[in-house]
């Protein structure tokens, strides 16, 4: 049973930094693409950032370019959110997302397993 795991999310002042994390029980976890989506209460669950099943390329949304920086250590069956510069519209629950499509997709329904979350609050 595939299943993800995110932790590292909590509360911080706008400005400061935070790092999650996103464990992954797949046995072949170096065969799919990962994803990290956010969704802010009353709004739709929107892409973060992408990383493919290799790592050797990145995929960011506008409003995170430059301050947020996607990894994965393939070895560990993990994959991290380096979020810098943290802003109070940050604040959403993070999710982590597995895709064994050939691409980084940035939909929300493309992807095959998620996590449960992991809440992030910036506050001003």
């Known amino acids: 049973q595939v299943q993800l795991v995110e932790s590292g999310g909590g509360l911080v002042q706008a400005g400061g930094s935070l790092r999650l994390s996103c464990a992954a029980s797949?046995?072949?976890?170096?065969?799919?693409?990962m994803g990290w989506f956010r969704q802010a209460p009353g709004k739709e669950r929107e892409f973060v950032a992408g990383?493919?099943?290799?790592?050797?390329?990145?995929n960011y949304a506008d409003s995170v370019k430059g301050r947020f920086t996607i990894s994965r250590d393939n070895a560990k069956n993990t994959v991290y959110l380096q979020m810098n510069s943290l802003k109070p519209e940050d604040t959403a629950v993070y999710y982590c997302?597995?895709?064994?499509?050939?691409?980084?997709?940035?939909?929300?329904?493309?992807?095959?397993?998620w996590g449960q979350g992991t809440q992030v609050t910036v506050s001003s």
């Open positions: 990383i493919t099943n290799g790592g050797g390329y990145t």
């Open positions: 997302a597995a895709d064994r499509s050939g691409y980084i997709s940035i939909t929300a329904p493309d992807y095959e397993y």
């Open positions: 797949i046995r072949t976890f170096s065969s799919y693409n």
